[in-house]
């Protein structure tokens, strides 16, 4: 094991290698540097989303629908990330649809059924189909009705003005020409509507709900009312693209009772939940965080883990909600508190200027500095080989002597430069050649009156006899 280097000796070296820096040059080439990285953080720091709002606002259904059910799941799933959830009451999938639309509401998302918007409001991408939405036909009397057309004069309950159910309802029925008597089509729906069956102020309710929603679950036990099993099903399916078919298997409900008493032919929509474009996308990965524990248990309609799924009904579907459908989480959510992985994420386009500006600056800038250091340098090797041209020249127009002080001013110039430690080779490699031109005008002057003396009163010089001596 080496002996820890002595303070003396750490301060020695590091004084040396201080020494080895030009700051000045450093300065003047690392402030543009910093200048172009700092605008580039600048441009990228326009695009970073600003920080998640304090709470997300989803616009839900009527007390007992399945709409405020799941809202209710929602709500501590998204909460435990400290942000909150506002659930509004509303009634049910149009005025849902015509809430987050409107520029002037303040909502981020909203529960949509399926074939509610055949005409792709722009700015609003789903986050995926949440479950099926069966439609159920509730009838009082015994059971052997299968036909919609069967209730022609009966009062209908269709729902709520401004539920999906209301607009279910409506489709199907128009197909059997049975939409226009509006006398006995009642707008009667979630537990409003069951009451009015149960208390015989209407013959027949329509729900659209999953199946455990309040409506659903308490007719589907109260006395004197059957459940209609759509003959017809298989056509609906074909003519309204948003319908599938579902079966409902018999005693499925209650295995005691025999609950259906028989297997009930339905049809279903899908519940999508849907958010405006500009919605954050923290709180995009937060609410299908939350949606996928809160739909992906089993049901008599889907098996464990079919819900949610990427499915966009009406709509696009949003960008993280498929990457989520096909890599899961965000990475950073996987392995981080949200916070911390929200404002990583955030900062992550901050890395844009540094890859494509910081990396190539810090690789040039090295040989910048070099360049700049010896180019102090290298403009004196200019000066000194015209110095020595004009001096050597036949007709030389200036006299060795002004050669002489030529460099003498040269190389007081180059002493006054400061070159760092590590290219100081360079700064003596200059002042070496400052001597050898010296030397050369300095000889060559000498030699010319010893070459006059040795050859006066002769026709040449002798050869092979050297200026002002012999061999």
């Not at 939409?179 to 006995?184: E, S």
């Not at 537990?191 to 015989?200: F, I, N, S, Y």
Request: proline share 8%; aromatic share 8%; with cysteine.
């Amino acid at each position: 094991m080496k002996a820890p280097m002595p303070y003396t000796l750490r301060a020695s070296a590091l004084r040396n290698w201080l020494r080895q820096l030009s700051f000045r040059d450093m300065f003047a080439l690392g402030l543009p540097a910093l200048l172009i990285i700092a605008a580039g953080f600048w441009f990228a720091a326009r695009y970073i989303k600003p920080a998640p709002p304090d709470q997300a606002i989803i616009s839900c259904g009527a007390s007992g629908s399945a709409y405020e059910s799941f809202c209710a799941r929602y709500k501590p799933l998204i909460e435990q990330y400290g942000i909150g959830l506002d659930a509004r009451e509303s009634a049910g999938s149009i005025e849902n649809l015509k809430r987050i639309s409107d520029p002037e509401q303040t909502l981020d998302f909203a529960f949509i059924q399926g074939g509610s918007a055949p005409d792709h409001p722009p700015g609003l991408l789903s986050l995926g189909a949440a479950y099926y939405e069966p439609v159920w036909v509730f009838y009082r009397g015994r059971p052997g009705l299968d036909r919609l057309d069967q209730l022609k004069g009966l009062r209908i309950g269709i729902g709520a003005e401004g539920s999906g159910t209301r607009h279910l309802a409506l489709q199907m029925l128009a197909a059997h020409g049975m939409d226009t008597d509006r006398r006995r089509l009642l707008p009667l729906g979630g537990t409003e509507g069951v009451a009015a069956l149960l208390h015989r102020r209407i013959d027949v309710l329509i729900v659209v709900g999953a199946v455990h929603s309040a409506s659903v679950w308490s007719l589907l036990y109260a006395d004197g009312v059957s459940l209609m099993s759509l003959a017809q099903a298989p056509a609906y399916s074909r003519r309204f693209p948003h319908l599938s078919l579902l079966t409902l298997p018999r005693g499925a409900i209650d295995f005691v009772r025999d609950i259906p008493p028989r297997d009930v032919s339905l049809v279903a929509t899908q519940a999508y939940v849907v958010a405006r474009e500009d919605t954050h996308p923290a709180l995009i990965d937060l609410m299908l965080g939350a949606m996928k524990p809160a739909h992906a248990e089993a049901t008599v309609f889907q098996r464990p883990g079919e819900f949610p799924k990427a499915d966009a009904g009406d709509f696009e579907l949003h960008p993280r909600a498929k990457r989520f459908y096909e890599a899961g989480p965000p990475f950073l959510q996987r392995y981080l508190p949200f916070s911390i992985a929200n404002l990583l994420d955030r900062m992550l386009v901050l890395l844009v200027p540094l890859l494509a500006l910081a990396l190539p600056l810090f690789k040039i800038l090295p040989q910048l500095y070099v360049w700049r250091v010896r180019s102090k340098l290298y403009r004196w090797y200019g000066e000194l080989k015209d110095v020595e041209r004009q001096a050597l020249m036949d007709d030389a127009p200036r006299s060795r002597a002004e050669g002489l002080d030529d460099l003498e001013r040269i190389e007081a110039a180059v002493a006054r430069i400061t070159v760092p430690l590590a290219h100081s080779d360079y700064y003596y490699q200059l002042r070496a050649h400052i001597h050898m031109v010296r030397r050369r005008l300095q000889g060559d002057a000498a030699a010319v009156p010893e070459d006059s003396d040795a050859t006066a009163g002769q026709d040449g010089p002798v050869p092979g006899q050297k200026p002002g001596g012999t061999d």
